[in-house]
């Protein structure tokens, strides 16, 4: 028996004093109504109403579970209310912020379809790390080295102009020896990239290969890397889709092949599966996971 | 440009570069000078050569050695890259010491210097730079200390790591875990030190005529042309010098004697922050800089 639909109705026929007009009250049929206080009154083992042919008095054992059954009807609509409360309470989650707005907005959509009501805040690694530890978020997306990540997005090399080759080499932007003056062209690392796993076999390369130091840097934003990039001749490692969204030629990296990893950081187990699960192909839009990936 | 302005400048193309730069050039005949951190003490490397080219070609010219004598030097047997001469022989051989000198100061052979240290020990070349008036200069262990360093203990796919340790582990004071890179246990000197040496061998000095005349020719033949001498010699300029390069340090100190009768000592000492064993780039920014000094102070002089 359904303890709380008895009591409701039980409560609206006992107030009104007529099965007709608590039924239509508490908006069910005034057959389900006698069925339910019916149920109720078997399980409470005593008639709670005095049946005549004009009108429905409760008895002396109705009068006394009156006000425990509006008891539990009050208590059952706070629960209710409660829990739809909960329901909307915001999920907050800090993103990278190289995502692209509008794939976030959809993120956002996607969510409130599955119930979950999400608030973004957008960050770099260090800041999400730390929105993360301090709990003012319940889940952070981290990066990770690849092989641990749930979503991994290779990284190019793209320029304000077309290079005309399918692959750029790091080794074509070193200066030759009669070309003395000229500003060496550069690749920027965004503060994204600005983790070991991507950021240092890229620096060894450098080296390697006989660039000045200067010319594999960290740049303060993707802002002021793209700038660079479509007003002279460097180059700014990122995503396909980042490339697209500024507006610059992408092409992957001759003889390393960075990736950007993430995964969920979460204090619930629960969360970061949600977030992998019904909402992981969301968010890997977000990311600038390709679409064949 | 202003004095200051040009050696900002270069200060900044050094370190765009991943150098520390300690830089002297000095007008031999004013006495004029312009330069970068030039008393900072480094390790020299190969640049010890030069002091012990000094002693040798002293001794000989004091009748202690015989510069036609010869020497049977052991084979050096070394395959790591670098090493150069009778570091690199496969077998024993016989050289007299005038030619192991020439080797010395040419290609920068350890095994030839080892072979003349071994007749005048660290200690003796000490005291003949004491005796000629020349301070700055430590000479405390022979040669072939330098070609046992990290580097030559890493697979040569790892060689990067011997330049990450080299470039990162300098300690307070010019200190090093590396023995060869402590200025206070290797051989070492300032920029400053060499240009005093130079200063001494190109223009009269105690030095004996002779004695330096010897070391100007030697320095005069040095094989290894790739660091300054591409922006220092022409048909119009004589570049003489001596190269000293060791894991992170690259260092080449020289004389530019210019066809109209000017000449310039020029010591460009060199530490690198960049954990690569091969530099061009390097080489090429510390020559431009050194030049770029050079061209300054001759400027001035009209």
């Known amino acids: ?10 409560v609206s026929v006992g107030t009104h004093g007529s099965f007709t007009v608590g039924a239509s009250v508490a908006r069910i049929p005034q057959s389900v109504a006698s069925r339910r206080v019916a149920a109720l009154e078997r399980h409470l083992g005593g008639r709670l109403f005095d049946r005549t042919s004009r009108s429905v008095t409760l008895t002396p054992f109705g009068r006394d579970m009156l006000a425990s059954a509006r008891r539990i009807v009050d208590l059952a609509e706070a629960m209710e209310h409660d829990a739809e409360r909960a329901r909307l309470r915001p999920f907050r989650l800090a993103v990278p912020a190289v995502c692209a707005p509008r794939s976030l907005a959809r993120l956002v959509v996607e969510a409130r379809r ?4 999400l608030e973004l805040r957008r960050g770099e690694p260090a800041e999400r790390a730390r929105l993360r530890q301090s709990l003012e978020v319940r889940a952070a997306l981290v990066c990770v080295p690849p092989d641990e990540a749930a979503w991994r997005v290779p990284l190019g090399l793209a320029g304000g102009t077309d290079p005309d080759v399918d692959m750029l080499r790091l080794e074509s932007l070193r200066a030759p020896r009669a070309d003395r003056r000229a500003r060496r062209r550069r690749v920027w690392i965004s503060p994204e990239d600005d983790v070991p796993h991507v950021r240092d076999p890229l620096t060894r390369l450098r080296d390697a290969v006989g660039l000045q130091p200067t010319q594999v840097a960290v740049a303060v934003s993707v802002v002021d890397a793209a700038a660079d990039a479509l007003a002279g001749t460097d180059l700014v490692l990122c995503s396909p889709a980042e490339a697209h969204e500024l507006g610059l030629h992408w092409r992957p990296l001759g003889g390393l092949r960075p990736v950007r990893g993430y995964q969920v950081s979460a204090g619930a187990r629960e969360d970061a599966e949600r977030l992998r699960g019904e909402l992981g192909a969301a968010v890997a839009r977000c990311l600038g996971v390709p679409e064949a990936a | 440009m202003t004095v200051g302005r040009l050696l900002r400048t270069a200060r900044e193309t050094l370190r765009d570069a991943g150098l520390r730069g300690c830089l002297l050039v000095r007008d031999l005949d004013s006495g004029d000078e312009l330069g ?25 010219e004091r009748g202690e050695l015989d510069g036609a004598a010869g020497i049977t030097v052991a084979p050096g047997r070394v395959r790591t890259p670098g090493p150069t001469g009778l570091s690199r022989f496969r077998h024993p051989a016989t050289v007299a010491i005038d030619d192991l000198l020439y080797l010395s100061v040419a290609i920068s052979d350890e095994g030839a210097s080892d072979a003349l240290f071994a007749l005048t020990p660290p200690s003796a070349v000490a005291g003949t730079l004491r005796r000629f008036g020349i301070d700055g200069i430590s000479v405390r262990h022979p040669t072939r200390d330098l070609t046992d360093t990290p580097a030559e203990r890493f697979a040569p796919d790892e060689v990067h790591l011997a330049h990450s340790l080299a470039a990162a582990a300098t300690t307070a004071g010019q200190g090093h875990p590396v023995a060869q890179l402590d200025a206070g246990r290797a051989n070492s000197g300032s920029a400053r030190a060499f240009v005093e040496l130079l200063h001494a061998l190109w223009r009269p000095s105690r030095i004996p005529t002779a004695v330096a005349g010897r070391v100007r020719e030697l320095m005069g033949d040095n094989l290894l042309r790739q660091r300054l001498a591409p922006d220092f010699s022409s048909d119009a300029a004589r ?4 190269t000293g390069t060791l894991l992170n340090l690259r260092h080449e100190v020289g004389v530019v004697e210019h066809a109209d009768g000017q000449a310039y000592a020029v010591a460009a000492l060199s530490e690198s922050t960049v954990p690569a064993a091969v530099q061009p780039q390097a080489e090429a920014v510390l020559a431009q800089v050194a ?7 001759r400027a001035a002089r009209g």
């Open chain 2, 36 to 60: 970068l951190d030039a008393d900072v003490v480094l390790p020299v490397a190969s640049l010890v050569k030069v002091p012990l080219a000094v002693a040798t070609v002293d001794r000989i």
């Open chain 2, 239 to 242: 570049w003489s010098s001596k």
């Open chain 2, 291 to 297: 030049r770029e000094l050079h061209d300054a102070l």
């Open chain 1, 114 to 117: 599955h119930d979950l009501n």
């Open chain 1, 1 to 10: 028996m359904d303890l709380v639909a008895a009591c409701r109705a039980f």
